[in-house]
């Protein structure tokens, strides 16, 4: 899966990591939805850092169609829920 993070780059992501990302992802929907701000800036960069951790990034020069996109780190809490789906940022 290759995944964007918004003003970074992307990631080549294997699948088997979607389980321990999507349970990061599930928190920073509830802190969202309970107006957490520090939580959720927390669990974003939390997010983020295991992208950038189990991910393989790809050349700059490289364009491939992402199938995630992530925010940035330094997203708001209403630019992140413009991005959301029923699933939160990724589904599953």
């Known amino acids: 899966m ?11 992501l294997a699948d088997s990591h ?6 990061l ?8 939805e309970n107006g957490d701000g520090p939580g959720f800036r ?5 997010l983020l ?8 990034p ?8 992402s199938e995630l996109i992530l925010p940035s780190a330094d997203a708001t809490l209403e630019e992140v829920r413009d991005l959301l ?4 940022l990724i589904p599953g």
């Open 25 to 32: 992802d599930d928190d920073l929907l509830k802190e969202m």
């Open 42 to 46: 927390r669990t974003l960069a939390a």
């Open 2 to 12: 290759i995944v964007r993070i918004m003003g970074e780059g992307q990631v080549r």
């Open 58 to 65: 790809l050349p700059d020069d490289s364009l491939e169609p």
């Open 18 to 23: 979607l389980a321990e990302l999507n349970k």
């Open 85 to 88: 789906s029923d699933d939160g």
């Open 49 to 56: 850092a295991k992208v950038r951790e189990v991910g393989t």
